[in-house]
């Protein structure tokens, strides 16, 4: 799965620039022949606006949320875009500057105000982003944006219009959840979130939201939250991104990568700080594995630690024979790979953001092991009898069980990121293939299929094509796991026209079933879903 392509011309430098949204779907020309079956919507979230004035936005997670939708109908396809009408987005368009802080770029009081005004403006604590640019999910018979903060936004999917902003705060104990929930059969929706648990020290909660009601009132007004993890500090909880599900039990991995509650709380409103500068690492305390059991939500106070590394994303997790499998996307280390993130690195010359790669964690696409049973061997021993993995897990002799992996992928600054897989059929269950798109020095250049059982791979790449994450969609006669398409959004700066399309791969072999090319740039996308 590792790159053969080099990136010269920096034409992946179009995909982190500012468009303009449509007024109304534009038709896409459209080559190959898309599946009969295959009549819905691609929706898709990222940053579309990089800076508001002359103040530019400094991360990857700091443009203005930018909605995009594909819809495939009887062979034919359109293409429309929106801004979401944030508080984020609509006070910077009207003040004409940036006026809410984002993730790496911070707010400043109005210059045009006297000192005094600036001065208590400081003081009237954090104002939190709603700049839903990450991911959208359905909850019930609606729609919503997200970002890792409280606040959702409501959209309506068939015309991207802005319906609501919603504050969890209002239904939950969270300060925030992930853009990563898992979403059951019947659409209950499972998310995880940090808190403030008993004596005011930080936790760690999973959240249930209902499906859709009978009586048509809002699911999210009977939220809940199942159970409860501890942390493993007091005032500084790990940044989470995902979590594992399997159909019984919860597995949450506590990292090092901290936020630090004080300096939020305090600095934030005095010296004018943003969400990156509250992190920091513990280099000491390793990585954690958490599991809780499901119904009822009931924490199994089981020491599970491995050696230190970053995940934002995982693949797939399972019960089997009395063990646990999860399958992650890490990153080796306890340097934050965000700090890599940052839109000055990602637009450098090619040479210069490989450099900068070569100092950073590097990734690896692992599979641990947990067993339920702690203590069916003795310890020193290895407590993993799965016979198709390496992994192992050893309890020590002052009780913790120290994991180690199996590596599925491992290349130097070869990333198997963004993972999907057939998730209706086998999301917590058993499976086999995992897509994931593939960062080349954080760029993204190929599609990747990955057998998690044999390691056999498979690649789809094109010079000068920067696609984005893709999102399998299973064909309705399906006989076989990995029979349906993949969706993903390619960018190809240097095209003399059409330089972005919808590419539509085959999900056994990579090999392309047909492309919905379009007259626009399209920026860099981050998460989404197909609506069928």
């Avoid at 997790?317 to 000055?344: H, M, P, R, S």
């Avoid at 690896?364 to 020193?380: A, C, H, K, N, S």
Wanted: charged fraction near 20%; proline fraction near 6%.
């Amino acid at each position: 799965m590792v790159s053969r392509i080099e990136h010269p011309a920096g034409g992946y430098k179009k995909i982190f620039e500012s468009c303009e949204e449509l007024a109304e779907p534009i038709p896409a020309h459209v080559t190959g022949v898309i599946p009969a079956w295959l009549n819905g919507s691609l929706l898709r979230l990222g940053p579309g606006l990089f800076e508001i004035g002359d103040e530019p936005f400094y991360h990857l997670f700091d443009g203005q949320a930018l909605m995009h939708k594909f819809d495939l109908k009887n062979g034919k396809v359109t293409y429309y875009r929106r801004f979401l009408r944030t508080d984020a987005y609509v006070r910077a368009m009207t003040e004409k500057r940036i006026v809410i802080t984002e993730f790496g770029t911070t707010a400043y009081p109005d210059p045009c105000k006297n000192i005094f005004s600036r001065f208590f403006t400081y003081f009237q604590g954090i104002e939190v982003t709603d700049n839903c640019l990450v991911n959208v999910y359905p909850i019930g018979e609606d729609f919503y944006a997200c970002t890792e903060t409280n606040f959702i936004t409501k959209v309506n999917p068939d015309t991207l219009e802005t319906v609501k902003k919603v504050d969890l705060c209002n239904y939950l104990s969270v300060n925030g959840v992930t853009a990563h929930p898992h979403i059951e059969q019947d659409g209950t929706v499972y998310n995880i979130g940090n808190c403030f648990g008993k004596n005011m020290s930080l936790a760690y909660n999973i959240i249930k939201i209902p499906p859709a009601q009978k009586d048509k009132s809002d699911p999210i007004e009977k939220s809940k939250v199942v159970v409860q993890f501890p942390s493993s500090e007091r005032f500084k909880p790990s940044y989470v991104h995902s979590f594992g599900m399997t159909e019984n039990y919860f597995v949450f991995i506590e990292t090092p990568i901290k936020i630090n509650l004080l300096k939020f709380l305090s600095l934030w409103s005095i010296m004018g700080t943003n969400y990156m500068d509250c992190f920091e690492t513990n280099d000491k305390m390793g990585t954690w594995f958490h599991l809780a059991t499901k119904h009822p939500g009931e924490y199994i106070d089981y020491k599970f630690r491995t050696s230190t590394f970053n995940v934002f994303h995982h693949i797939n997790c399972y019960e089997d024979q009395g063990f646990i499998v999860v399958d992650l996307c890490t990153w080796k280390g306890y340097d934050f790979v965000y700090n890599y993130l940052y839109l000055a690195n990602l637009k450098q010359n090619w040479e210069e953001v490989k450099k900068a790669a070569m100092s950073a964690p590097q990734p690896e696409v692992r599979r641990y092991v947990l067993p339920l049973d702690i203590y069916r061997e003795e310890p020193g021993k290895n407590l993993i009898s799965l016979p198709y993995t390496t992994a192992t897990a050893v309890m020590r002799s002052d009780g913790t069980i120290w994991l180690e992996p199996e590596v599925l992928f491992s290349a130097p600054r070869q990333a198997f990121e963004f993972p999907q897989i057939n998730y209706s059929k086998h999301s917590g269950k058993d499976y086999t293939f995992a897509y994931g798109l593939g960062l080349n020095h954080f760029i993204p250049d190929r599609i990747c299929k990955l057998n998690v059982k044999s390691k056999e791979t498979w690649v789809w790449e094109e010079p000068d094509s920067y696609p984005s994450e893709p999102l399998f969609v299973q064909n309705p006669d399906a006989q076989n796991e990995d029979d349906g398409v993949l969706l993903t959004i390619v960018v190809n700066p240097g095209a003399s026209k059409h330089p972005a399309y919808l590419l539509i791969l085959n999900g056994r072999d990579l090999t392309e079933i047909a492309r919905a090319e379009v007259d626009v740039i399209i920026p860099v996308t981050l998460h989404g879903m197909y609506k069928a």
